[in-house]
């Protein structure tokens, strides 16, 4: 048979990390025993340990916390809670020799597999080359897959706790990266769950839990003492979305000075709802707190939102750290309040601060108690709330649940076959012009790839990478299927976006390909005389829209940045191995987007003075390249709702429990009640007050799986409410013909709340509404006055 020519052309858009050139070969690795209480250990230093309750396992860890925080003295309690090497933002504790306690670098990585970021963990040894490195975040979101998110980070901490066995890795991992991508302009929207403060969130709790969790003991009355496998921690606390943006003119903002301008209702409503969920249901041990100031106030010096919201009203069990010389920022960047080094100091330790990434703690928490500007025992509370963590860890008396781990648990076979399994997953098919995808690996024997980044290795795991167990490019993949042709013509005149483009430090200015790619691209397609198919690797929204138009591109697949798996899975969707079933985690608005609202713009919903047209798919109503939840399969789904409605009915015990300001359009859709709406925090609710059956069902004809997303929407006419919020989803595989049933057990308060102008968590009466797909199912919402 004669064999078709196929053109591909993975456009690989690159970010990388701008701490990757640091290292830590001067740091002794500090986990050079199996744990600290280890009689042979205390033996060894000629100490005897029953000298020291800390290591008394029969007491309670609050107890052990105290007894090692009052053993030390002012000197040495400085020196825990940040890094000891002035001018370097490690968090390196520098342990207290006498007292038999070692020291602990606080800082490793883990976003999407166990990272050298940090120094905390390093790779090396004949036992630990290597980590399995999954798709990045971005990717995973697409996958709208919980249990995917939850078995990622299991597979994680299990490396992890391996690598720790070894002496190369910490027990405390700063991640994930929840912050919301308000702008897709920004340079870290790769390292995040996307646009949707649900889908975060619920990204949040499933991956933290992934990697916190010890089976078994997932809940537990004191969670103070719950044992953890690994530590998370949820950050940028908040409103951090800006890194470095330049504007048309010579302005620049970066995320040192930027002051965020944020209405509450959008932080309530917004920003702080992925973190809610990620204290309240992940119950995530740690927070890190981020460089920005939010109207005014540095972020890690707002004790209002630090101790009042996160730990008090949120009741978080861990520990709060800074972004790394966020302390060093707020003194000589931000010269917040003119504040001398001292002084800010003692800010951030009275804001809640526990922890110092950095050196400034250490450096100047001495004089700051010795001055009285905080007080000795504020500093134990925060040696207290960080040895908690490590006696949860099991770094002081072992884990005999993880002890045995070794270098056979990381890069497994199953490990990577997860891998791949989540690059497949949140992969998303944006165009199939007449079915062109998948091809038949019968009929096309032969292919051209064309491209730069073909041959893609490094570019697949993007940022807060660790090094990879291997690489499988796209030439790789595809060579399993088809005879590879390597055009590497268009190497030097388009390479895609890389770190020149988007990074950590560096935000987006727009959405086109650079240089000559549009044209490769268009050139491609017009000499190619079989199917065309566009891979792009990128973080999010491009400008495709003519080849989107285009009648000689027949597929486009939007790939991300999909792990060190990610050329199998392009190859195996290619080829149909596999039914893609990702979808978009961002909206991909159009290019005019960048020129009518400033990346600065905090504000979501649209500002008609101002012509800005609004943020994400919960607010922004103009035309789009894709919408967000968009993606194709290679089969069709069909939706009906099984019940015809929900009645949800809450009892609000007397009238001043009542907020009856709800700002309605047509005052007469208003006279419904003595009880407009009632304050979230009134009511009592569970996940079983909205039951949604929804029958799905696979009426094409191959396999495959379906991301079934519910949203709601407010009561017709209830002015400034989203134009849909997603409150669930479900990934179901399906064969050709099959139904299921996909069950949803929806919190009333959590799910249908609107956010009032003034920060009000409320819960309207009247009909709500519950789409999937274009099926629409009331829900009403009745508040009983008791008598
Ligand atoms: C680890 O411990 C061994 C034996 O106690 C010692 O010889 C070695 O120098 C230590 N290594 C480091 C990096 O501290
Ligand atoms: C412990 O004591 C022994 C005997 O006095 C001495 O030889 C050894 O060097 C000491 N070890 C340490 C770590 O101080
Ligand atoms: C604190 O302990 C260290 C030893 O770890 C010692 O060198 C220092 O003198 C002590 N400081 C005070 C004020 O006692
Ligand atoms: C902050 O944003 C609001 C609108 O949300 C605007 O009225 C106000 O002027 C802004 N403040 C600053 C300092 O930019
Ligand atoms: C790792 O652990 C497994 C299971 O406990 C064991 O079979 C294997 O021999 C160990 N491998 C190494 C390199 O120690
Ligand atoms: C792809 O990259 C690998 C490793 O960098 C190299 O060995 C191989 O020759 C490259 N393949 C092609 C077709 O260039
Ligand atoms: C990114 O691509 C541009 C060309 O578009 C090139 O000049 C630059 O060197 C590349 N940057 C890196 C870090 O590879
Ligand atoms: C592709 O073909 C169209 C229509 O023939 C032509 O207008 C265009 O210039 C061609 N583009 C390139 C880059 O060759
Ligand atoms: C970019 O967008 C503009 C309109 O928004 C469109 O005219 C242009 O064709 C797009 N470019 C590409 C390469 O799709
Ligand atoms: C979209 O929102 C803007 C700003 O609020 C409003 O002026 C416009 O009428 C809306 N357009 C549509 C189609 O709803
Ligand atoms: C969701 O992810 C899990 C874990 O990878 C996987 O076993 C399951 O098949 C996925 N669900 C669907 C419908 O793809």
């Not at 309750?53 to 007894?67: G, I």
């Not at 825990?80 to 070692?102: I, K, M, S």
């Not at 966020?326 to 003119?338: A, G, H, M, N, P």
């Not at 002890?403 to 497949?424: F, Q």
């Amino acid at each position: 048979m004669a064999s078709s020519l196929s053109s591909l052309l993975p456009l690989l858009l690159l970010s990388l990390t701008s701490f990757a050139a640091l290292s830590l070969a001067d740091y002794p690795l500090p986990y050079n025993f199996t744990h600290v209480c280890d009689a042979k250990r205390y033996a060894s230093l000629n100490l005897s340990i029953p000298d020291f309750a800390f290591c008394d396992k029969s007491l309670s860890y609050y107890v052990r916390a105290k007894n090692l925080v009052d053993s030390m003295n002012l000197t040495e309690k400085a020196k825990q809670l940040g890094n000891n090497n002035n001018g370097e933002w490690y968090a390196v504790a520098a342990g207290v020799p006498r007292l038999g306690l070692p020291a602990y670098n606080w800082w490793s990585e883990a976003l999407h597999g166990v990272s050298y970021i940090g120094g905390g963990t390093s790779f090396g040894g004949p036992d630990v080359k290597a980590a399995t490195s999954f798709p990045l975040p971005i990717n995973s979101a697409a996958a709208f897959n919980a249990t995917l998110w939850r078995e990622i980070g299991k597979t994680i901490s299990t490396e992890a706790r391996a690598m720790n066995n070894l002496g190369f890795a910490g027990l405390t991992f700063w991640s994930p990266n929840i912050n919301l991508v308000r702008d897709p302009r920004w340079g870290r929207a790769l390292e995040t769950p996307g646009e949707c403060p649900t889908t975060a969130g619920i990204y949040a709790i499933n991956f933290v839990r992934g990697l916190q969790d010890v089976e078994g003991q997932e809940h537990s009355n004191d969670p103070n003492s719950r044992p953890l496998k690994v530590s998370a921690c949820c950050k940028h606390y908040a409103a951090y979305d800006v890194d470095y943006w330049r504007t048309t003119g010579s302005m620049t903002v970066d995320r040192f000075h930027y002051d965020a301008n944020v209405t509450e209702r959008d932080m309530v409503e917004s920003y702080l709802k992925p973190f809610e969920m990620c204290v309240k249901e992940g119950d995530v041990s740690s927070v890190m707190c981020s460089y920005n100031k939010i109207n005014g106030v540095p972020a890690c010096a707002d004790g209002r939102r630090m101790r009042g919201t996160i730990r008090d009203e949120w009741d978080l069990h861990g520990y709060v750290v800074s972004d790394c010389d966020s302390i060093k920022t707020i003194f000589e960047k931000q010269q917040w309040l003119d504040d001398t080094a001292i002084e800010a100091t003692a800010q951030v330790m009275r804001a809640g601060l526990d922890l110092d990434c950095g050196w400034y703690y250490a450096q100047y928490l001495e004089e700051t108690v010795k001055k009285g500007l905080i007080k000795e025992s504020d500093v134990d509370e925060a040696l207290i709330n960080n040895y908690i963590v490590l006696l949860r860890l099991g770094w002081f008396d072992g884990n005999p649940l993880y002890d045995n781990l070794n270098a056979s648990n990381v890069c497994s076979v199953d490990n990577m076959k997860l891998a791949a399994s989540a690059a497949r997953q949140g992969m998303v098919l944006l165009k199939n012009k007449g079915d062109a995808l998948p091809l038949s690996p019968q009929k096309f024997k032969r292919i051209a790839i064309v491209g730069p980044h073909a041959n893609a290795t490094e570019v697949m795991i993007g940022n807060y990478n660790g090094v990879p167990c291997r690489y499988i490019s796209p030439i790789d993949g595809l060579k399993k299927y088809a005879e590879v042709d390597y055009k590497c013509r268009g190497c030097r005149c388009a390479v895609g976006l890389n770190l020149t483009y988007e990074r950590e430090d560096w935000d987006r200015t727009g959405f086109d390909l650079p240089g000559y790619q549009n044209h490769l691209i268009e050139t491609v397609a017009n000499v190619s005389k079989g199917p065309v198919v566009v891979v792009i690797f990128s973080s999010g929204t491009i400008n495709i829209s003519s080849f989107v138009k285009s009648g000689d591109v027949d597929a486009i697949i939007w790939a991300g940045y999909p792990g060190q798996e990610g050329g199998q899975a392009v190859a195996d969707i290619i080829f149909g191995a596999y039914n893609p079933g990702g979808r978009l985690p961002v909206t991909w608005y159009p290019s005019e987007y960048t020129s009518q609202i400033p990346e600065t713009s905090q504000q979501f919903r649209p500002n008609d003075e101002l012509g800005y047209p609004g943020r994400t798919y919960r607010f922004y109503n103009g035309t789009t390249q894709f919408d967000f939840g968009y993606g194709l399969s290679y089969t069709k789904f069909s939706y009906s709702f099984v019940n015809p409605n929900v009645l949800v009915t809450k009892n609000v015990n007397n009238a001043r429990q009542c907020y009856n300001f709800l700002p309605f359009e047509d005052k007469q859709l208003t006279d419904v009640p003595a009880c407009q709406s009632a304050l979230v925090s009134d009511l009592d609710c569970t996940a079983g007050d909205v039951s949604v059956q929804v029958s799905v069902t696979n009426v094409g004809k191959l396999d495959g799986s379906d991301a079934v997303m519910l949203y709601a929407k407010q009561p017709q006419g209830l002015i400034g409410a989203p134009i849909k919020d997603l409150v669930a989803f479900e990934r179901v595989f399906l064969k050709a013909g099959e139904s299921k049933v996909v069950s949803f057990e929806i919190d009333a308060c959590k799910r249908l709340a609107f956010v009032t102008e003034s920060a009000q968590e409320v819960l309207p009466q009247g009909e709500h509404t519950l789409l999937v797909g274009d099926q629409k199912l009331p829900v009403y919402v009745h508040l009983q006055k008791e008598v």
